[in-house]
């Protein structure tokens, strides 16, 4: 059952409703990434708890350990950002490595792919118009997926880099059209608004100043991601869905996992 649920909630969050609106005199401009450089980018490892939380117990299920890499490379002489993740859990569904091309100057998405335990390859290219099954990957069981898509789509499983690229500042609010590679949900832009800041503090009793960004999926659910200030990097995010919240919270230790992750090519 709590898988189900589990489930249901990954469903539910990628068929969120549309909730920019980009007309009338009260709409909020879409927003897009543009003019970047290499230095804007947040280059280097981080390693993030993952768990489930049932709100009337407290009992946590799913943990998994997510560890995310990002460095500069060169693709047929342009330089590109390359991130990998490497999530590891003691089920089935959190065993994953994720390998992401996008471009420096607007984050704009150009490959994704996911192997699913070392199994099932999901692979694609995104261009202005369409999202697309990469039909030169070995055994790529979305060879034939299509989805339309538009010039300013961002890749929504790098949403952590994404947030660490924006202007924020208390009282903003941006709109994103993000999509979930695979998704039948179509490219949607989605409201995130900072809604203030919070002062956290480490196991050390440091403290970390961050800015609080949210997004409001309806029917009170919600997601605040709390974002360091000093170079907007993710700290926390906790997430509701129903009687189920999900928790992401950066750790402190290097796990000496292995990052190498190459895209399969035929």
């Not at 927003?31 to 980018?41: A, C, F, Q, R």
């Not at 117990?57 to 490379?73: D, E, H, Q, V």
Request: hydrophobic share 35%; net charge negative; glycine share 8%.
């Amino acid at each position: 059952m709590l898988k189900l649920t589990f489930l249901a909630l990954l469903s539910f969050l990628f068929s969120a409703p549309l909730l920019a609106d980009s007309e009338g005199p009260n709409s909020i401009p879409l927003h897009t990434i543009e003019g970047l450089t290499v230095e804007d980018h947040k280059l280097g490892k981080r390693q993030y708890l993952v768990y489930l939380e049932t709100i009337e117990t407290g009992a946590a299920k799913f943990l998994s350990i997510w560890n995310r890499s990002t460095k500069i490379i060169t693709v047929d002489g342009e330089q590109v950002v390359e991130t990998q993740q490497k999530w590891s859990g003691d089920n089935a569904m959190f065993v994953k490595t994720i390998y992401s091309l996008n471009r420096v100057d607007d984050f704009s998405p150009i490959y994704h792919q996911v192997e699913n335990g070392g199994n099932t390859v999901s692979a694609y290219e995104f261009d202005d118009e369409t999202v697309f099954g990469a039909v030169d990957v070995e055994g790529n069981t979305k060879a034939d997926f299509s989805m339309p898509s538009v010039s300013r789509t961002l890749n929504w499983e790098l949403d952590m880099e994404t947030f660490a690229l924006l202007p924020l500042e208390g009282g903003k609010i941006f709109s994103l059209n993000f999509y979930h590679p695979g998704s039948k949900t179509e490219p949607n832009d989605y409201l995130y608004e900072v809604t203030g800041s919070e002062v956290l503090t480490d196991m050390d009793g440091n403290e970390i100043d961050c800015w609080t960004l949210r997004i409001d999926y309806g029917g009170g659910n919600y997601a605040i991601f709390w974002l360091q200030k000093s170079d907007k990097q993710m700290i926390k995010m906790e997430e509701k869905w129903n009687d189920m919240k999900r928790y992401k919270v950066r750790l402190g230790i290097n796990s000496g996992a292995d990052f190498t992750i190459e895209k399969l090519q035929s």
